[in-house]
């Protein structure tokens, strides 16, 4: 497919979304993040990719957020009824997506990162949800995913001051999974997505349904999720496989059935 934001390279069985407009920091327009669902959508579809890794052209940024010319002029109805809507297509994709963030991730660049399922940033990465500085909030699941991870404090903290964070500090407080030297963090995410990749593919996406469950319901609820998940693991032939071959002491080969 042809993208007019977005650049997508196979290197199966991983698939790198590369956000790019670099001249604009990559700042997220409508039309970037519904060619980045389509994206991901398709990948999700295709048996040949199995994870997925985002990033941002150039050096200076994974994305200054969402677009804030094209902002400048809508209106609440635009807002709710627009292509907006692509971030909850972006939510709903069942492979495992690593965020690998050089340079800015602020707004909607960090709740991009945060619509992955891991995020590895390089050194000089910069991170913050600045929008209270445009007399707005974070629409796009800011406030509800940092709360989630980092609790009520901090959280109030970045929504209302609209500090920008380096990635250590977020490292320190949960939010980023590991911090590598600068221009280290596509090969390094990479490297993840080839290991997450060897695994049972279904496996992988019942582990992520049911971490993710753990955000969306009480306690009691999200153990009968992942129980019922767990037993229904025991139906693929890559289960099958995957004991087999540590009794066998060699490699599992799994083919996602
Ligand atoms: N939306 C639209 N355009 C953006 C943008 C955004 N979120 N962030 C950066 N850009 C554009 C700038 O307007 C500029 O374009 P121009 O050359 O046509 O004027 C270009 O990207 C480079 O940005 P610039 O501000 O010159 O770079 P800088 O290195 O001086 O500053 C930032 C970098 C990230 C601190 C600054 O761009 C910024 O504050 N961006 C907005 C961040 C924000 O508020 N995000 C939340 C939006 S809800």
Redesign the pocket.
């Known amino acids: 497919m042809d993208y007019q934001y977005i650049v997508v390279e196979r290197e199966d069985p991983i698939a790198v979304i590369t956000l790019n407009r670099p001249?604009?920091?990559n700042?997220l327009n409508w039309q970037l993040v519904g060619e980045l669902a389509d994206a991901c959508e398709a990948l999700d579809r295709d048996e040949a990719c199995r994870c997925m890794v985002l990033t941002g052209a150039g050096d200076?940024?994974f994305a200054?957020?969402?677009?804030?010319?094209e902002?400048a002029g809508q209106t609440p109805v635009t807002m709710l009824t627009g292509e907006f809507n692509a971030w909850d297509r972006i939510r709903r994709v069942h492979k495992p997506m690593i965020a690998a963030v050089g340079g800015?991730a602020?707004?909607?660049g960090l709740e991009l990162a945060m619509h992955c399922d891991l995020i590895i940033a390089s050194e000089n990465a910069k991170f913050g949800q600045?929008?209270i500085?445009?007399g707005?909030i974070p629409g796009a699941g800011g406030t509800q995913r940092l709360a989630r991870t980092l609790g009520k404090f901090v959280t109030m903290e970045m929504v209302l001051t609209g500090r920008t964070y380096t990635a250590q500090e977020l490292f320190q407080l949960g939010l980023i999974n590991q911090v590598v030297p600068q221009g280290q963090h596509l090969e390094r995410a990479k490297e993840i997505a080839r290991t997450i990749a060897e695994k049972a593919p279904i496996a992988v996406r019942l582990g992520k349904e049911a971490v993710l469950a753990a955000f969306e319901t009480p306690l009691e609820q999200g153990l009968a999720t992942e129980k019922r998940l767990f037993a229904m693991l025991f139906s693929t032939e890559d289960q099958k496989e995957g004991m087999a071959a540590f009794v066998e002491k060699r490699k599992g080969e799994f083919k996602g059935k």
């Open positions: 001249q604009q920091l700042a200076k940024a200054a957020g969402a677009d804030i010319k902002m800015y602020l707004g909607g600045p929008e500085n445009l707005i």
